[in-house]
């Protein structure tokens, strides 16, 4: 039976559930996608996320959606999609790869149009004045979207930038319990009544459905990523992607596709206790990521190094820093450039920080404590 589920205003658009069923990862074939759709559905969950880049996930979705409605009765109306455009390429094939969106999703018209990867000043460059703002104004005109948004792996100004330039009605933003850096960003963007959507809080919020024995501990009664997920919907989140890949996968969004109420004192106290589990294991060389250490003559992300470290030394998520760290240097402007083997020891970052680290010492530790082999990256 669908739950009745609570549903918020995201952006200028239509109101979607406070989860989001991301389908990146439910491509391997129709019956799986058919089946993880169904149980989004009987979650409370309206808003499906898809990107043309996510192998045949539009082919998938088009077909699962015209199957639900055959079996199960659910029509394609009822859910709200957002698929995703990469910044790049000129009107023409912006224009026929939108359009080919729309056959293989076997929709009229799209929710919410995200361009997908803001990384770059270039990349806003294209939607103000290039070809994505003539592709924006013909897609508006001609009826075939109601808002279009942005999603962004770029630096805090460059986000910041793309909230205040007017042109979108919501955001996909990295938001994580463990990485807090972008809060605040989308606390403006909020404030400017644009929708928020948090990317993947549980996978590239640091593993958190395979948590450390500490962080369990730590965060009980509450599993993990229950509390990382209320934290967010506490600070007004309009909404959480869930990368289901089994029925499983949408147990807590079950428990929770209501609840965007404030925090509990019990789970601020579970909140506090993750934060002491950080303080000890990490004592004194915790990066308190304020960023003040930057600029680097070498460009090396000192705050995103040392936070890979905070999480696996603090939190106990080594595998997933691992992960992400190895992927330094090979995901193009997905992902940071250099890791800590580029520091040239100069020490000119040290007196910047004001928490007396010695910033030098600790990449190079990172660095031997995470390096591994490069893994494959799946889009975000
Ligand atoms: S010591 Fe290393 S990290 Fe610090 S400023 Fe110099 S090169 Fe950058
Ligand atoms: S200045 Fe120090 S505490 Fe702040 S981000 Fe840099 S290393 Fe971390």
């Not at 290039?130 to 630096?155: E, P, Y």
Request: overall charge positive.
């Amino acid at each position: 039976m669908k739950i009745n589920s609570q549903k918020k205003q995201f952006g200028k658009g239509c109101k979607v559930s406070l989860f989001t069923f991301g389908t990146m990862r439910a491509t391997e074939n129709l019956d799986k996608m058919y089946a993880l759709i169904k149980s989004a559905y009987h979650t409370g969950i309206n808003h499906l996320e898809t990107a043309a880049s996510y192998g045949n996930a539009e082919i998938l979705i088009g077909k699962a959606l015209k199957k639900l409605e055959i079996s199960d009765n659910i029509l394609t109306n009822e859910w709200i999609v957002t698929t995703k455009i990469l910044p790049k390429g000129d009107f023409n094939y912006l224009k026929n790869s939108f359009e080919s969106s729309l056959k293989n999703l076997q929709l009229k018209k799209i929710h919410n149009l995200a361009i997908h990867g803001i990384n770059l000043n270039d990349h806003l460059d294209w939607v103000l004045n290039g070809d994505g703002r003539k592709f924006i104004k013909w897609a508006f005109k001609k009826g075939l979207i109601n808002q279009v948004g942005f999603s962004s792996h770029g630096s805090y100004s460059l986000i910041e930038k793309a909230i205040k330039c007017e042109v979108f009605n919501f955001c996909n933003l990295h938001l994580h319990l463990l990485d807090q850096s972008k809060i605040s960003l989308a606390k403006l963007a909020l404030k400017k009544n644009m929708g928020v959507l948090a990317i993947s809080p549980a996978d590239k919020g640091g593993r958190l459905y395979d948590p450390s024995d500490n962080l369990i501990k730590a965060s009980a009664p509450y599993h993990p990523l229950e509390l990382a997920y209320r934290f967010l919907l506490s600070n007004g989140i309009t909404t959480l992607s869930l990368g289901a890949t089994k029925f499983e996968d949408f147990n807590i969004a079950k428990k929770l596709i209501n609840s965007s109420h404030e925090l509990t004192s019990s789970e601020i106290s579970s909140l506090k206790n993750i934060e002491k589990l950080a303080n000890k294991q990490l004592g004194s060389s915790k990066c308190e990521q304020c960023r003040s250490c930057l600029p680097c003559p070498s460009e090396i992300p000192i705050p995103e190094i040392l936070r890979l470290r905070n999480i696996s030394l603090g939190y106990g998520q080594l595998e997933f820093a691992k992960e992400r760290y190895n992927l330094i240097g090979r995901a193009g402007h997905w992902w940071e450039e250099k890791n800590g083997s580029f520091c040239l020891e100069c020490n000119k970052c040290v007196p910047k920080c004001p928490m007396k680290l010695n910033i030098p010492d600790l990449l190079k530790q990172t660095h031997n404590l995470l390096v591994d082999k490069p893994k494959k990256r799946l889009w975000t």
